[in-house]
């Protein structure tokens, strides 16, 4: 991993344990660009399919880290925080993720579905 996510995860050691355990998922085809910045850690396939994010750097939250995916359609889980329509045909999902064990098998093919959809996109 490269400094700049270093830096970002710095002082929050369940964040990171988070996004450690996130990473691979995020990274598992070629070509997936990591763009960090002061407020998030985005993925890109020529377009962004997630965005780590740590509320408590901005809002008072206990809340290590969020992920958010824009999908196509609005998945129906009580497990997103908000889930939002942020254009026709795009919906913004926010999970809270407060452990490494949180970021299990169906955050997982989320990550995936969303990836592909940016795939798609590309071509």
Not at 41 to 47: I, K, N, Q
Not at 53 to 62: A, G, K, N
Not at 84 to 106: F, I, K, N, T
């Amino acid at each position: 991993m490269t400094e700049p996510v270093d830096r970002f995860f710095e002082g929050d050691r369940t964040a990171r344990r988070i996004h450690d355990r996130l990473y691979p998922e995020l990274t598992a085809v070629d070509g997936v660009e990591v763009r960090v910045s002061r407020s998030q850690v985005a993925y890109r396939l020529g377009r962004t399919f997630a965005i780590e994010w740590r509320p408590s750097r901005s809002l008072r939250s206990d809340v290590p880290l969020v992920l958010s995916l824009p999908l196509r359609e609005r998945l129906a889980s009580p497990r997103f925080k908000q889930v939002v329509q942020v254009a026709p045909g795009s919906w913004m999902h926010h999970l809270e993720l407060r452990s490494p064990a949180e970021a299990d098998d169906e955050v997982e093919r989320w990550i995936g579905l969303a990836r592909d959809q940016a795939q798609d996109r590309r071509r």
